[in-house]
């Protein structure tokens, strides 16, 4: 996880650099050629004013006055005639403008302008303002100014743009603990937690964090960590049944098989032990059986082939089915199938579905009581019913019923039976029509299984 961090700020400063650089180096070029312009515009406005104040009073007198002006200045003053000879001058040391204006002084000018720009390498810049008197072209008011000030001026310009970015440098490495610290270091206590996911330890707890995308990523890693823990007590829970559910019938018949085996035993109590061989074997068998049909629904190995069936023949051939089991209990069942009408279904899991819940009714209901099957048609949807007088439910249990391995009598006598797979392989098979399976039930008094199709 240090790479990504490192990578984060990496990417950051880099891009941060980039932008800041560019836009370090557009402030810097602008203030720059701003301030040189400024420089231009005031040399050629000093200069002009300075030509028109010879050209409105031409006189050696005015020519002294001007030189005054600039003398011992940051600016140099130069009055030459049409041929560049010099005429005065605020410099007492001619030498350096003579020189100068020997640059140019082969060349003709009829406005005033800047002449000599280089302000990076020259020592003066220069601006060059012809003067006419009585209408004829006299001569040139040439104005000089150092550079070193304009030089010293960019010169601090660099040093504050270099001391800024020293100071955006030292901001972004700031900007990069804090990323750290509230990016990268909750990055890293998920990757933590991931690798104790990996290993079989589920018990992990992440700190909250803010309603964005790292707290959704942390929310989702504590799910599945409460999630895993979740499935591996059930898987525990799971191993633990079945090993309790076949442990029971195996132990029947190891032990009832080698007392049949006595020779001494009669025939009236050979058939007793072997009944109790065959009813755990039938117990062992339909186990295995409710096992394989929820691992093929687990691995989506099962199929659903919908099709019509008329509800009244199909539903009477089930109660016919069951009816003797519940007369040999003594438990009267009734069918309540007021029209007849046709269903979308697939018979064989539809029937599956009604006999597991008889099935159930049949287990927790006692002698005397009545179990209805009832049939019946709601807003184009079927609803299929199935109502004891058992021993009902408890309301906490109704979250888990449906659950696999859960049984309501939680000593796991075998007064009643059963595996606990019955109603979870109905839920899932009532979910593969598309349906829903609800329940309600008051302890004592019996339940109703509601099924709609």
Known sequence: MNII????????????????????????????????NEEFSHLVSRGSNHRDA???????????????MEYNGAKQVAITDEDFNLLTSSEEDRTTLVELISHFSNRKFNEDQIIQKNWKEEKYIISLHPYTVNGKQTGYVILFQSTKDLQLLVNKLNFHFILAGLASMI??????????KYLTRPLIRMKEATEKLSVGEFNV?????GNDELGDLSNAIQKLASDLERVKKDRMEFLASISHELHTPLTYLSGYSKVAMRSELNDEERKKYLSIIDEESLRMTKLVKNLFDMAKMDDNNF???????????????????????????????????????????????????????????????????TTTLAIAQK???????????????????????????????????????????????VKELVEAHDGTIEVQSTLGKGSKFSITI
């Open 205 to 209: 707890t992440l700190p909250k964090q």
């Open 54 to 68: 010879l050209e409105d009073s031409y006189s050696e007198n005015t020519m002294r006055h001007i030189s005054l």
């Open 379 to 425: 807003n184009y949807k079927t609803v299929i019913s199935v109502i004891d007088q058992g021993i009902g439910i408890h309301e906490n249990d109704f979250a888990y019923i449906f659950d696999k391995l859960f049984r309501v009598e939680k000593s796991r006598s075998r007064d009643y039976g059963g595996s606990g797979l019955g109603l979870s392989i």
């Open 171 to 180: 901001s972004l490495c700031i900007v990069y603990l804090i990323l750290s």
């Open 5 to 36: 961090s490192i990578k984060l700020a990496t990417y950051f400063f880099v891009t941060v650099l980039i932008m800041e650089s560019l836009l370090m180096l557009y402030l810097h070029q602008t203030i720059v050629h701003s301030r040189v």
């Open 303 to 369: 199929s659903v082939s919908k099709q019509s069936i008329q509800v009244l023949p199909f539903f009477f051939h089930l109660y016919e089915k069951v009816l003797p089991s519940f007369n040999m209990k003594g438990i009267e069942l009734e069918m309540d199938c007021k029209e007849d009408f046709e269903i979308l279904a697939d018979p064989l899991r539809l029937e599956q579905i009604v006999l597991n819940l008889l099935d159930n009714a049949l287990k927790y209901s006692s002698e005397g009581t």
